[in-house]
C-alpha cells in the first residue's frame, strides 16, 4: 500500500497539514509512513518518481506550513514554531500485514538499515526538522535505526515511539522499561514515548516511561478503534473518552508532547491545544 494522496492529490495532502495547523499543531508528521521507495515501485513508479513521493511529502507539510505562518503575527509566530518531522514507519509497514501491531517478522541490522537508508536520506535532502521514527513494534529493528541515525544522520534528531501492548511492552515481547532505558543513551533520541495505542492505555504507559527516561516523553495514541488487518477496516469503539478529560492526567504523568495518530481529527487536536493553554 502506497500513500494515494501522494500519488494522485497533493493538494489534499496540504490541506490535511493545514487543518491539523489550524487547529493548534506545532508539529505536522508528513505523509511517509508506509511511503517507500520498495513500496512505490511494486506499485508501478520508477526509482526516481519514487524517490520525488517521498521527498514530496516533505514539501507538502512545508507547504502548508508556510500558509498558515502567514495567518499569524510575527510575535506569535516567533512564539509557537511550527516542525515537521519526517515519519518513518517500521518494517511492517511496509509489509502491510498489521505487523506493525505484531513485531512479528526479523531482518539483520543491516538489511533494516538497508530499508530504511533511502527514505531518511530523502527526507533529510527535503529538509525535515526532525525524525519521528514511530509506531516501532521490534526492539531489533528500533535500534538498527538508531544505529543508522547516529552513524549516517548525526546531529538531525529524532523522536521514538514505540507500538506496544497494553502490558508494558513492544509488540515484540520486549518490556517497554528496556527499551526506553537503552534508548535513553543516544543523544539524538530527544523525546521517546509511544504511539498507535487506546487512549485508555497512555497513562499508565507514561508511568512506566518517566521510570525509565530523562527524556521528554511524546504521546499521541488512536482513538481506541480497532483495526482489522485483514479486511483493512475499523471498529468503533464506544467506550472513547475525549482528549480534553485525559490530557490533564498524561500532563500530570509526565507526558509533554501530545498529539494523536489514527482515526484523531483538527477536532481533537483543537481539544489538545485548548488543555495546554488551560
Known amino acids: 500500500m502506497v500513500s494515494d494522496g501522494l500519488v494522485h492529490d497533493p493538494d489534499a495532502v496540504v490541506a490535511v497539514h493545514r487543518s491539523y495547523f489550524d487547529a493548534g499543531a506545532n508539529i505536522a508528521i508528513t505523509d511517509s509512513y508506509q511511503a517507500n521507495i520498495p513500496a512505490f515501485v511494486k506499485a508501478g513508479l520508477t526509482q526516481e518518481q519514487s524517490g520525488k513521493m517521498i521527498f514530496d511529502s516533505v514539501k507538502l507539510a512545508q507547504r502548508a506550513r508556510s500558509e498558515y505562518e502567514q495567518t499569524l503575527t510575527d510575535e506569535v509566530r516567533q512564539e509557537k514554531p511550527l516542525l515537521i518531522a519526517g515519519s518513518v514507519g517500521p518494517y511492517g509497514a511496509y509489509l502491510a500485514d498489521g505487523s506493525e501491531y505484531t513485531g512479528d517478522y526479523s531482518l539483520t541490522q543491516q538489511e533494516y538499515q538497508d530499508f530504511h537508508r533511502a527514505r531518511l536520506n530523502l527526507l533529510e535532502g527535503a529538509g525535515i526538522d526532525l525524525f519521528a521514527f514511530e509506531t516501532q513494534p521490534n526492539f531489533a529493528e528500533a535500534k538498527a535505526l538508531v544505529n543508522l541515525l547516529q552513524n549516517e544522520f548525526s546531529g538531525i534528531p529524532a523522536w521514538l ?56 516523553i511524546i504521546v499521541y495514541p488512536n482513538n481506541g478503534d480497532t483495526y482489522d488487518p485483514v479486511t483493512k477496516t475499523w471498529e468503533l469503539n464506544p467506550n472513547a473518552k475525549s482528549f480534553s478529560e485525559l490530557v490533564p492526567k498524561w500532563r500530570a504523568a509526565g507526558a509533554s508532547l501530545i498529539g494523536g495518530c489514527c482515526r484523531t481529527t483538527p477536532a481533537d487536536i483543537q481539544e489538545i491545544s485548548a488543555s495546554f493553554k488551560a
Open 161 to 216: 515511539s514505540f507500538s506496544v501492548t497494553d502490558q508494558a511492552k513492544l509488540c515484540d515481547g520486549t518490556p517497554l522499561t528496556q527499551a526506553v532505558e537503552y534508548f535513553n543513551q543516544f543523544p539524538d533520541i530527544v523525546a521517546i514515548g509511544v504511539n498507535c495505542t487506546a487512549m485508555a492505555n497512555i497513562e499508565a504507559l507514561i508511568q512506566v516511561i518517566a521510570k525509565a527516561t530523562d527524556k521528554p
